[in-house]
Every structure is written in structure tokens, then in C-alpha cells.
């Protein structure tokens, strides 16, 4: 049933549409309560600056919200925005950003998502879309060739995710058409629900699915048939010849196996942490050797727009108990590690349907992975209720794995308390809780153990989004000099490779430099996976875009969304003594490869200061009006 139907919108930029520019110039905001929906223009200055993506997400929530607002009620806004660069030619560029105030920390919920659906985006004639309100009922949003129309959705809630995105094709009758959707644990308001592209893409983090279950949102359906152009298509031939060249020997890794081939080697050299961080070795862990995990379960690869790589696995298992469903795509080393090893569980057949359930109903697999782990040793310390004892998720056991994952998606017995995430279940269970607890800023740390990742531990606790490991710093990745992130600090010239353990002045410089780049790519918005440095970013943005751009201003894009999710957080609350982390974060172990090895927070918190004044920030984290101001962004700061 048609609910709303726009009339007629703006056109794109005559640039876009003449194939000489790769940004439409059109922002579409659609008010669900109402419902109705208008056009933006921002200025060429605007996408300057900001280019898109995080830098978006965070102009819209400074500027269109109050502070402190429920991040589950209606004055909450879901941005997907795509980059100037996203659906261009570039390999790497087939990614957009998803955000909104995060339900699950208080704080910024910024997650990416690969796939097809940021070019259709662009594609249909929009560089954004804003999502204000709430529906009445439920509702989907469908976008084709900037017509806008809502749709009821009542009869798609309470769908799986693939079921949803195999209704809303036959519909339309377009196979085509590109579906960002939630599954139940969105509908349910669990607080680290993904919304979920092409079924097997997610932007996971920090519960957007949530927010968008909280609107009465199903789906976000697009299509659209322009092309994305570019100003100067010899130069981007230039970096497109490179990476033409390089990925074949750069991403050797991800054109084999995927991420899903350093599961094994992460847990022998101490990256992933084991049985709620409390292990140091995994039992069973060479059914992880991948060739193995390839045998048993991949059936096919799949790739995104524009990307050669093909690292997305396609995962099968053709078995009466545990059959698992191609649809949904298949491993990654994030989903491994948490709902594997962090539930000192090996079997891959039973992480593999975990990871299926997961993009089914839409949940985050790293923070189910982690609610799951602290719950079991909770079970194990006796905290949990008496009544929750033969039901609740037990280390080492499959099966009760996959029923905690049933549970937190319908809020069904322990689940329901699972579905607030571990911080808010150890304030409600007390006691000694808090000690088993793997948290930054409130989010389930990613799977790259900080007791050996010293300097990505500090990512951890800094990040606007809670713990993450993308917009970050890889200890581990950084001592090789022949690899991307030493190649792009020898650009600025920092002395490289970088050591391993511990923090130091030096990795300080690197780290501002590299988060810096990695925020760049998160606005851009590109598939961190690729090995562009510094000057083949400068070459595509200008290309993409004709502005005549410099490595200084790649850097200033990503430090502005570094500075802007600064200044929110600062609204909405938090201090410097919200940049840390939770008790394991520092717990040593007494067995494996980091053995005895881990960061005090007093190191943590000295550290932390050497990089507020590096960022011209005072001793309380606080950007100076002069740090601000070089950044052009003093507008934003008197908004708090």
C-alpha cells in the first residue's frame, strides 16, 4: 500500500548529470511523521570540506538535533550518506556510512557498509538521505531515479532479513533493486541491531538497526540509472592503472581467503582473545586453518561495486541440523573470532550458523559475539538469575550459543537482558560484573586484542563510536615496511616500520596521522582493505571532484571528522574520563603468546594526554577555539 509519494524533486547538478562531476549535489530528507520530503542543495564548500560519509553524519547530528535526546525516539536522526568518491570507477569506492546517535553508548553510532547500495544511492540521484520522525506503522522507503514513496510494511515485519529483501524485489519486479534493511533484532530495539545490505553487508556497529527500528523502518530501497561521472578522467586512470598493477600482490591475502584466512594465525600470535579474555590458547583452534574452513564450507566468493578482490565468502552447509543459508553470505575474521574463540568454541560449522543467524535478524556480530562471552562467565561466576541457569549460553557449548542468538534477537528470557548489551547487563547484575567486562565507551571491543595492540587499545578508548578498530591504528599492521600504513608514514615522513609493543612518541605521530587517513576513508567513503597512500587519494578526489586537492587536505577531512565526533560527544556529555577502557582490557594472562603482556591505565591515560596536546586539545580532551578554528569548524563548536 502506497503510503506517500513525493512530488516532483530538484534534479541533480548539471555537472552530475553531464557526467563531469561525481557528487549529485542533492541531500533528500524524508520526515516519517509527517510524512513528507524536501530537497537540499549544500554548496560545492560543503562537500569540500566535509566530502561525505562521517563528516555528513556528524554535520547533521550537531546541527539537526538536540543534545541529550533518547537515541530510540523520534528526534533521532538516521543518516546513509555516500562520498564524493563512492560509485565511481575507483576499485574500493562500492561503501557508504550509516549514522544516528547511538542507542547502545549515548554517544555517535557512524558504521560502513560494502555491497551496491551507496552507488545506487548516487545512482538514483542523492548523496544522502536523512531520515527524520517516526511512522505510524511500519513503512519502507523506496527510492528510484529521485522518485521518493513510502510504503507500508506491515506485512514485512517480523521478516528475516533475505525474505525481506526477496519481497521487496518481487514487488518492484527488479532483481536489481538495492535493500538496506533490518531483521527482527532492529524491530525488537536490540541495542547493537545492524541494518543490512545485498542480506550479507552489514553496518554493525553501535545499533543503527535499533534506530531505525525505532522509526518504524523496515527498508531503504534504491535504484536509479545515472551514471556517476568524473571532472578528470585521466587522472583517475592514473590510480586506477596503480591499484590495476598493485591489488594482485597488495591484497593477496584478501583475494585467497578473504579475512576469514587470519582467524587461525590471530589466535596463535595473541590477536583474538579467547573464552571472554580470560585464555590465552584455544582448544580445536586448527579446525580455523583455513583451507580446511574452505573445504567444509565455501560454496562461492562475491564482491562489490567496482572490486575486483572478491573477498566475500559465500557460506554453505548442506545438513539436517545445521543447515546454513548461502543467501546470507558468508565468514569474516570479526564474526569468527567473537562468536568462535571469545566463546572458546572452535567448531566452524556452529560459528558459521551463529554468523548466519546474525545477518538473519540483524545483529552486530561483534557485540552478540562479546554479550554472549560476558554472559557465559557471568552464568559461570553464578551471577545470573536461578531460573536462566539451564538456558542461559555456556562456554564451549554450540548449541546454547545459537539459542542465546534466537533469544537476544526476540528479547526472549536472558536474551532480553543480552539485548542491552554487556555494560548495561553488568550494571544490572552488580557485584563484581564490572570485572569481566570487554568495553569501550560502552560498545564490545572488536577482535584485535588490546593487551597486544597497545596503541589500537588507545583507538579503543578515544573513539567517538565506542571501541573500533577500522578508523584506528594496527600495531601489528605497522611493522612491516613494505606494507600500506608504513608506506603512507613515509609519506609524511615518519620513520618506519613501527615497533610492535607498547606506545611511544613516535607511534603518537602515527597514530594522529593514521587515524586522520582512516577517518578520510570513512568520508570518502573507501573499503579500508585497499592500499592507497596519500598521493593516489589526492589524484582520485581531484579527479572525482576538480578541486585541486593536497595530501594536507586528505588529512584535515579525516581530522574534521575526528574534531566533530570531539565536539558531539562533548554535548552529549562525556569527558576525558570516558576515554578508557573496561577491566579485561588490562588483564594479563598467565598462559599464550601475550602471556603477562597488557597496558595499565595509568600508561593509558598518559598517552591519551600526549595526544590531546598533539591534537591541540587541553588536559580534559577539550579542542582549543585555535584547533577548531583551523579546521573550519568554529561554527560547530558554539553549538556546544
Known sequence: MLVYKADTLPLPRAEFLNGQSAYTGLVLHVDLTTPRCWVESPPEAFYRRFVGGRNFILHYLLTQTPPRIDPLGPQNLLIFAAGVLSGTVLPGTGRHAIGAKSPLTGALASSEAGGWWGSELKRAGYDAVVIHGRAAEPVYLLIRDREVELHSAKHLWGKTTADTQDALREAVGDEKLRVACIGPAGENLVRYASVMHDVSRAAGRSGIGAVMGSKNLKAVAVRGSLPVGLENKSLMQTVQKWINVHYKTDMAWAIQYGTAGSALGNVLTGATAIRNYTRGLLSGADQLEPEQLFRLLVRDRDTCNKCPVRCKLVVGYEDEETPIDTRYGGLEYESIASLGPLCDISDPVVIAKANELCNAYGLDSISTGGTIAFAMEALEQGALPLEWREIAPRFGDGESL????????????????????????????????????????????????????????????????????????????????????????????????????????????????????????????????????????????????????????????????????????????????????????????????????????EEMRYWLGVYYRRMGWDEQGIPSRQAVEQLELLDYMKEN
Not at 548489551?421 to 570487554?438: F, K, M, N, T, Y
Not at 568495553?439 to 588507545?458: F, I, N, S, V
Not at 612491516?480 to 603512507?488: H, K, V
Request: charged content about 20%; proline content about 4%; aromatic content about 10%.
Open 402 to 601: 545459537i539459542r542465546a542468538i534466537h533469544q537476544i534477537a526476540h528479547r526472549e528470557g536472558p536474551g532480553d537482558w543480552m539485548a542491552e548489551g554487556s555494560q548495561r547487563l553488568a550494571d544490572r547484575l552488580g557485584g563484581r560484573a564490572h570485572e569481566w567486562l570487554a568495553t569501550g565507551r560502552g560498545q564490545e571491543l572488536p577482535m584485535h586484542d588490546p593487551r597486544l595492540k597497545q596503541t589500537m587499545a588507545m583507538g579503543y578508548a578515544l573513539s567517538a563510536t565506542g571501541a573500533d578498530h577500522m578508523h584506528n591504528y594496527n600495531d601489528s599492521f605497522a611493522t612491516a615496511e613494505e606494507g600500506d600504513i608504513c608506506s603512507r608514514l613515509k609519506e609524511v615522513g615518519l620513520p618506519v616500520p613501527m615497533p610492535l609493543w607498547g606506545i611511544s612518541e613516535l607511534k603518537i605521530e602515527a597514530f594522529y596521522y593514521e587515524t586522520a587517513f582512516k577517518n578520510f576513508y570513512d568520508c570518502a567513503v573507501i573499503c579500508h582493505f585497499y592500499p592507497y597512500l596519500y598521493q593516489h587519494m589526492v589524484e582520485a578526489l581531484s579527479a572525482a571532484s576538480g578541486w585541486d586537492v593536497t595530501l594536507d587536505e586528505i588529512n584535515r577531512i579525516g581530522l574534521r571528522a575526528i574534531t566533530l565526533g570531539r565536539l558531539y560527544l562533548l554535548r552529549e556529555g562525556f569527558t576525558a574520563q570516558d576515554d578508557r577502557l573496561s577491566a579485561r582490557a588490562f588483564y594479563k594472562l598467565s598462559e599464550g603468546p601475550i602471556a603477562n603482556r597488557a597496558l595499565t591505565p
